[in-house]
């Protein structure tokens, strides 16, 4: 027998944040994942986010497609709002909830099966539209929950638990999301919190869409000694392109203290910003171009990319693209939701 509920009395000694909240109260229910599996990893790493950014429960929705990945926002931020959706579909579903109510801090969380196979047509429109949310992929290579098959984003010859070689090349979602217009692309490792934690802060500050490639094994069918995707591939070929992360909130003082290496500050859209030691000096978030060859040097150095890969400091997202009203739509009064039928005639008029 598995107990999910975890017991509700804690250490009155806890650290707490602003709003008096310990990372209890960002917690959800127990993880029914394989032990040791990198998305528990990433879990602990949202928490600790949201923690440090002092976000209230009701200010946070989180969305789900299927996947092992779709089941972790049951353990994360419980006493938050949450919609599981169907495969592939949680892009849609958040743009829908997102027009509805923009004052909501969007969190999607899928898969590399979820997002890059049977869902790659929604992430693809979902960035297209800058949709103000950060978009987490919890990326192993494979599909845990059916046995471990090679998903679209598995690299080429890298072989299965049983030593079959994959024949395909990988699609890349980070090179993908930066030709079709994110503002705010990363990549890390679900075994690396000093990186993953302040890249998730920023992504959640960012005001447009956000991705966040996360390298996250999967220790039942694709932590194997070939296996790009395993703990100990990525651990001895990740190359940061900007090692040391630190995330500063826009109230807070603005310092850096950086023992070597040259620093630059990416400005998030509330002021706060994401500070970056570059300890070889030669990437410049700011270019796409230069991102995307980057992510292609490393790759096919066998190296893998990680940290912030490419800002687009002063791009908007969905609604000042389409103009949408300030006020959520639950705030609109009837007369303004439903103007009438001359209104109504005038707006069909425009597609005529």
């Known amino acids: 027998m598995s107990y999910i509920a975890k017991p509700s009395a804690h250490h009155p000694a806890l650290k707490k944040n602003a709003l008096g909240l310990t990372h209890r109260d960002y917690e959800g229910s127990m993880s029914t994942l394989c032990a040791g599996c990198g998305h528990d990893s990433i879990t602990a790493a949202i928490i600790e986010a949201c923690f440090e950014l002092d976000l209230p429960a009701h200010r946070i929705a989180k969305l789900s497609g299927i996947g092992c990945s779709s089941k972790a926002p049951t353990y994360f931020l419980g006493r938050s709002h949450g919609f599981n959706s169907v495969h592939g579909r949680m892009p849609s579903v958040t743009t829908g909830a997102n027009i509805a109510n923009k004052d909501l801090v969007y969190l999607g969380v899928s898969g590399d099966g979820d997002t890059a196979s049977i869902g790659l047509g929604q992430f693809a429109h979902v960035v297209r539209r800058r949709l103000n949310m950060i978009y987490i992929v919890m990326n192993n290579g494979c599909y845990g929950l059916t046995k471990g098959q090679f998903s679209a984003t598995n690299d080429r010859n890298s072989p299965s638990k049983k030593g079959e070689a994959n024949p395909f090349d990988p699609i890349d979602l980070c090179q993908m999301a930066i030709q079709l217009g994110a503002g705010f692309v990363a990549r890390s490792f679900s075994g690396d919190k000093k990186q993953l934690i302040p890249l998730i802060k920023a992504g959640i500050a960012y005001n447009g869409f956000a991705l966040i490639d996360v390298i996250s094994p999967c220790v039942t069918f694709n932590n194997h000694s070939q296996s790009t995707k ?69 790759a096919a150095k066998g190296e893998v990319a990680t940290g912030l890969l490419y800002v687009n400091e002063s791009q908007g997202d969905l609604h000042a693209a389409i103009g949408t009203d300030d006020r959520p739509l639950y705030n609109l009064p009837q007369s303004e939701l439903c103007p009438g039928s001359k209104a109504l005639e005038a707006l069909n008029a425009r597609y005529r």
């Open 230 to 298: 395993s703990y100990d591939y990525v651990r001895a070929h990740n190359h940061a392109v900007g090692n040391a992360l630190d995330f500063v909130e826009g109230r807070d003082e603005i310092t850096a203290d950086y023992a070597e290496g040259s620093s630059i500050a990416v400005t998030m859209h509330d002021g706060s910003r994401l500070l970056l030691n570059k300890l070889d000096g030669e990437h410049d978030p700011r270019d796409s171009d230069a991102a995307i060859a980057r992510i292609r040097h490393s």
